[in-house]
Structures are given as structure tokens and as C-alpha cells.
T-cell receptor
């Protein structure tokens, strides 16, 4: 099992550009999550999907959109990148629909917006 | 709203020293608590978790945590740290339908 995979690992964008971060899990988990990690602020939840076909906003959803493409894949899109979105982005999944028990994290995407 | 506080932002220890990292949560109902670790350049990994039962929870790599309901605390401990324990440590609690993370404690262990 690869667990949770994310692409790309690194990305540099100019302000106003768009991009999609990809996440996939092969553990047959129902729930998937996108976090951003910033120094001194810990992990903040951007969006989550409790089960296939549903998505909900987390703590910091502004400037982002998500798509739960199927049970395996959950993508995060930045439509018009801003320097404030420079961060490390982590995808995670867990195995109980709607109840966020133990989460498994991907390796992260380091995004810089200039 | 539920919240988690980690008051130690940066801890520096020598090898073999004992470790205790504080974690306090605000949720008054049934709680499920976690400690995650993030080694430099890596993703978060689960250290240990508490759902119910014995309030003293053993995790991987010699870590343990004690759930004290009266103090709303779930402190992480290790009797003797190693250089390889250098990492960032996150406490988390299950909120209504998602995990809520603390801001993290950066631990540096010097040989």
C-alpha cells in the first residue's frame, strides 16, 4: 500500500496563477481532508470530505475549491493564487465516515506564491 | 467551540533528559485525543491515541500520555529522550466532525 500520495511535492506559482493539488489514498477510507501548515499556526483544515460525494468547508476555505472525484481522490484547487497561500499543504484520510478517527497523512506539497 | 492549547512552543533538551509536553483541550464532553509527530521534512505520524479506558496511554518509541479529565489535559511524556526525537509534536482532539490540532511544539534534542 502506498497510503496517501500527493502531487506535486513542490510548486512555485506567480500571483494570479491557478493550480490543482492532487491527493489519492489506497486504504479504502471514506473521509479525506486538506490542511495547510504554517509556522506557529499548526495545521488548519481547509476543506474535508466526510464521504464520497460530499465536501464541507473547514477553518480556512477562502481562496480554495475541492473536488472529491471518487472514493480514492480528493483534489484542492487554487483558482487565483496569492502570496498568503504560500504554505505546506497536507492531505489526509481516515477510515470512518463522518468521524475523524486516526488520520493518515500524505507527504505534503510545498507551495510558494511569488 | 472545541480547541486545543499547546503552551510549549519550543523545547530544547539534552539527550537522556525527561520530556513532558503540555496539551489542554476545551471540549467538555466525551473526548478522543491524539498526539502526532512530524520529523523534519516528513509528514505527520500518529504517536498515540486515547478513546476510553486506561487514562495512561502507551505509544510508539517509548512515548506515553496521561489523560486527566479534571484538568482537561493530555500531556505527552518520555522518560529519556534521544537525538532522533527531534521533531514537531501536535496534540489533537476530535471536534464535532473533524480533528482540531494544537499549534505544535518544536522539540530539539542535542547530543
Amino acid at each position: 500500500n502506498a497510503g496517501v500520495t500527493q502531487t506535486p511535492k513542490f510548486q512555485v506559482l506567480k500571483t494570479g496563477q491557478s493550480m490543482t493539488l492532487q491527493c489519492a489514498q489506497d486504504m479504502n477510507h471514506n473521509s479525506m481532508y486538506w490542511y495547510r501548515q504554517d509556522p506557529g499556526m499548526g495545521l488548519r483544515l481547509i476543506y474535508y470530505s466526510a464521504s464520497e460525494g460530499t465536501t464541507d468547508k473547514g477553518e480556512v476555505p477562502n481562496g480554495y475549491n475541492v473536488s472529491r472525484l471518487n472514493k480514492r481522490e480528493f483534489s484542492l484547487r487554487l483558482e487565483s493564487a496569492a502570496p498568503s497561500q504560500t504554505s505546506v499543504y497536507f492531505c489526509a484520510s481516515s477510515n470512518i465516515a463522518g468521524v475523524p478517527y486516526e488520520q493518515y497523512f500524505g507527504p505534503g506539497t510545498r507551495l510558494t506564491v511569488t | 467551540a472545541q480547541s486545543v492549547s499547546q503552551h510549549n512552543h519550543h523545547v530544547i533538551l539534552s539527550e537522556a533528559a525527561s520530556l513532558e509536553l503540555g496539551c489542554n483541550y476545551s471540549y467538555g464532553g466525551t473526548v478522543n485525543l491524539f498526539w502526532y509527530v512530524q520529523y523534519p521534512g516528513q509528514h505527520l505520524q500518529l504517536l498515540l491515541k486515547y478513546f476510553s479506558g486506561d487514562p495512561l496511554v502507551k505509544g510508539i518509541k517509548g512515548f506515553e500520555a496521561e489523560f486527566i479529565k479534571s484538568k482537561f489535559s493530555f500531556n505527552l511524556r518520555k522518560p529519556s529522550v534521544q537525538w532522533s526525537d527531534t521533531a514537531e509534536y501536535f496534540c489533537a482532539v476530535i471536534g464535532t466532525d473533524k480533528l482540531i490540532f494544537g499549534t505544535g511544539t518544536r522539540l530539539q534534542v542535542f547530543p
